[in-house]
């Protein structure tokens, strides 16, 4: 079982360049072509508790979000007089992975993407409108096969959507990565693996403004436009399926007030 | 200690500099502060001071048994520690941000391969070279992060490991004094370049003042190969895709500088090393007097400071000058219990010889103890 999921880096190289060149028609090894996403699947407001929750699927990749707040800011030394702050707690859950996962405390990779989501909603939501508080955020992957942050991301705005908290626009998240000139979009774990250059990026689609770029592994300089402008073109896909899904709910949520909203 | 926040009247002042298109310091905009890069006597020993940012690097080497899912591979771990002698506002934890560094400098230079690790397998599912890489920050002036990366690249690229050979099934993994270490194999150097933002204004390698009212930063890392390893954006900042390529060719330029002045430092320790090296068998031909036990040269190493080794290599019989001028420490002898005369009481002697050594009590001893 251990072997199946931690795929040696040479071999995951070799399926994906197999999957492409000619022996599959130009497809990727689960049938997708280069600039194919996977199919996304969301819910809004799943959990009763939280302020506002959501469940976004993309491919395989599961993560549920809640949001917390704005609330009063508990802890002194971080309130801000000005605007809120924002607290992002990432976790795998242990069953996520292929292979379960053995410590439950908070690692150095979960504080790093927590502060990541951090960052990146800092840019987003309209933080002044809430001085002295504080807006959490609690992010659990359920099932992960590649890609877990940009679903974070995806599922992140929806669920501050849900929860009424205002933002400049929708924050949706992308990762690519680069194979022999073509960008391949949308990566899954077999893809991650490789050790190629894999790229992730969240804009703001209708201004284009990048809030969160994060690159791993070596990417030639000359082949940074065109990946950038490739994952625009796919957070610009994901914002249209997000929009249709906030609308959706919108129009459920008002049914049960007897309104009919304009959408 | 909590952190001091900056006055209305400061604030206001940085702003309107900022606004007017100058930095604080007077830097232009795509200006450095002055990199200094020292090393230590011993191998994998790197300070850097940027600016006023300090930061040590040590690299250690130790044999390990590598885990099962990469039994032919070494590894290479990092810790960075954020000692509150830098500034106030650290209290020694490991917060988010000593985290955030951490990771990234493991993405950037584990993840990008910059150490061959499968040179450091020695015999493979048994015995692997594990590398450990630790960084303290002395002194918070501003980017940390970039002067984290150079020092911990300066550092693995002095580092000499063991070396060792396999005879069939016989391991042999010589010290330092029976075969010169070998250098680790560095495949490319990567250097982060950190630019902050203010409003319009681009502040690269931000100092203390500036980073407390930019609005964000990124830090890119790239290599002299023209790749770029590593992107990381932290703060509340948007950029477009144009302002995402112009900064990655600032931060090419500057890996170039960079990267040139790490191989020149490293020639000149080379250099240094050589010349003290030659000097130290010169003065230790004539007479068998001037030997000095191991346990004396490692109790100097501890005391005597790590600036006038790095700078030049005194021959043994002038740092033991310096050193034992007018005050010496008074060490416990062997024979003398705790209780006489306390640990380690500092008298003012005249004396030219080393005294003996401390040495902590052996367990046997500490059966004249009552309650232990």
Same mark, same amino acid.
């Given at each position: 079982q251990v072997k199946e999921w931690t795929v040696d880096a040479a071999a995951a190289y070799d399926i994906i360049s197999s999957g492409i060149n000619a022996e599959y028609g130009g @497809?990727?090894? /689960? #049938?997708?072509?280069?600039q194919e996403m996977r199919k996304l699947k969301s819910e809004l407001?799943?959990?009763?508790?939280?302020d506002g929750s959501a469940i976004v699927e993309q491919g395989y990749t599961k993560v549920l979000v809640s949001v917390f707040g704005p609330?009063?800011?508990?802890?002194r030394n971080l309130r801000d007089h000005e605007k809120a702050i924002i607290r992002c707690s990432y976790n795998l859950a242990?069953?996520?992975?292929?292979v379960r996962k053995k410590k439950m405390v908070s690692d150095k990779k979960s504080t790093e993407v927590g502060v990541m989501i951090q960052n990146t909603f800092e840019a987003a939501?309209?933080?002044?409108?809430?001085?002295?508080s504080q807006i959490d955020i609690y992010v659990q992957? @359920?099932?992960? /096969? #590649?890609g877990e942050r940009c679903v974070a991301i995806n599922a992140t705005t929806l669920a501050l959507i849900n929860a009424g908290i205002p933002m400049k626009d929708y924050v949706c998240a992308c990762a690519a990565t680069v194979y022999q000139d073509s960008v391949l979009l949308d990566i899954n774990h077999l893809e991650e693996s490789s050790r190629g250059p894999l790229f992730m990026l969240a804009v703001m689609?209708?201004?284009?403004?990048?809030v969160q770029l994060q690159l791993d592994h070596r990417l030639h300089n000359d082949h940074l436009d065109k990946v950038v402008k490739e994952t625009i073109q796919g957070c610009r896909n994901i914002q249209v399926l997000l929009d249709r899904q906030v609308k959706e709910w919108t129009v459920e949520a008002a049914a049960a007030y007897d309104i009919k909203p304009r959408v | 200690m909590r952190e001091v926040p900056l006055s209305l009247n400061s604030k206001a002042f940085l702003e309107e500099v900022l606004r007017q298109g100058l930095r604080p310091d007077a830097r232009e905009t795509y200006d450095y502060r002055n990199i200094q890069i020292d090393f230590g006597s011993k191998w994998g020993h790197a300070e850097v001071i940027l600016g006023q940012t300090r930061v040590l690097a040590r690299v250690s080497a130790l044999v390990e048994k590598p885990p099962v899912m990469r039994p032919s591979e070494g590894s290479l771990l990092f810790f960075v520690c954020f000692s509150p002698m830098a500034s106030a506002?650290?209290?020694?934890n490991r917060t988010d941000f000593s985290t955030v560094v951490t990771r990234l400098l493991e993405r950037t230079i584990k993840e990008t391969r910059?150490?061959?690790?499968?040179?450091?397998?020695?015999?493979?599912?048994?015995k692997v070279i594990n590398l450990r890489v630790d960084l303290t920050l002395?002194?918070?002036?501003?980017?940390v992060i970039d002067a984290s990366c150079i020092a911990a690249m300066a550092a693995l690229s002095h580092f000499r490991r063991p070396d060792f050979v396999v005879n069939g099934e016989e391991v042999t993994v010589f010290t330092e004094k029976d075969r010169d270490p070998i250098p680790l194999s560095v495949l490319h150097i990567p250097i982060t370049c950190t630019i902050g933002f203010a409003g319009e204004k681009i502040l690269v390698d931000p100092s203390e003042e500036e980073e407390s009212v930019m609005d964000g930063f990124v830090s890119i890392a790239t290599n002299t190969h023209h790749e770029i390893c590593y992107i990381y954006m932290g703060g509340g900042v948007t950029l477009t895709p144009a302002l995402v390529s112009k900064c990655c060719e600032i931060s090419s330029l500057k890996t170039q500088e960079i990267s040139a002045q790490i191989t020149s430092c490293l020639t000149k320790d080379a250099t240094a090393r050589k010349t003290s090296e030659a000097a130290e068998i010169e003065a230790s031909k004539?007479?068998?007097?001037?030997?000095?036990s191991l346990q004396e040269k490692m109790d100097k190493m501890l005391v005597e400071d790590r600036t006038n080794v790095c700078e030049t290599m005194e021959t043994d019989d002038q740092v033991e000058s310096a050193q034992y001028g007018s005050i010496t420490i008074r060490y416990i002898d062997e024979?003398?219990?705790?209780?006489?005369?306390?640990?380690g009481t500092v008298q003012e002697k005249e004396t030219k010889e080393p005294t003996k050594l401390a040495t902590i009590s052996t367990p046997e001893k500490k059966e004249s103890f009552p309650g232990f």
């Open positions: @497809l990727r090894c /689960d #049938g997708r072509r280069p407001g799943v959990s009763e508790g939280p609330h009063e800011c508990v802890n242990s069953f996520g992975s292929g939501v309209m933080l002044d409108k809430f001085p002295k992957v @359920l099932q992960g /096969d #590649g689609p209708r201004t284009e403004s990048i | 506002k650290f209290t020694g910059v150490i061959d690790t499968e040179s450091l397998c020695i015999v493979s599912g048994e002395l002194d918070f002036a501003g980017n004539p007479t068998a007097i001037s030997s000095i024979t003398e219990t705790l209780d006489s005369g306390g640990v």
